[in-house]
């Protein structure tokens, strides 16, 4: 049984800097890419970042290349994402997901395994 729990969001103001975390509990996670996705309230879910399974290349959404950086522990099985500079268009429900191999694609149909989400909120 594979879990992936994140933790970190929360309320900020544009600006501001949040480091979301995302623990993997159970399976692999050292042979795996991971990646965080977005989904903002009416809007379709999408890709914000993806790390390979040795963490040496990474990908990233136009929208936050520059501010954001997706790292990982490979020993505590655990992916970051550092938000910079946030923006109130960042205000989103931040959903990490663990890739089927170790490639980093923004196909959402590449992670087999997907946390329930951290809320991230800007205000101006």
């Known amino acids: 049984q594979v879990q992936l729990v994140e933790s970190g969001g929360g309320l900020a103001q544009a600006g501001d800097s949040l480091r979301l975390s995302c623990v993997v509990f159970?399976?692999?996670?050292?042979?795996?890419?991971m990646a965080w996705f977005r989904q903002a309230p009416g809007k379709e879910r999408e890709f914000v970042a993806s790390?390979?399974?040795?963490?040496?290349?990474?990908l990233y959404a136009d929208s936050v290349k520059g501010r954001f950086v997706i790292s990982r522990d490979i020993a505590k099985k655990t992916a970051y994402l550092q938000m910079n500079s946030l923006k109130q268009e960042d205000t989103a429900l931040y959903y990490c997901?663990?890739?089927?191999?170790?490639?980093?694609?923004?196909?959402?149909?590449?992670?087999?395994?997907w946390g329930q989400g951290t809320q991230v909120t800007v205000s101006s």
């Open positions: 997901a663990r890739g089927r191999g170790p490639s980093i694609t923004q196909a959402a149909a590449y992670y087999d395994y």
């Open positions: 790390i390979h399974s040795t963490g040496q290349t990474t």
């Open positions: 159970g399976g692999t996670s050292h042979i795996n890419s």
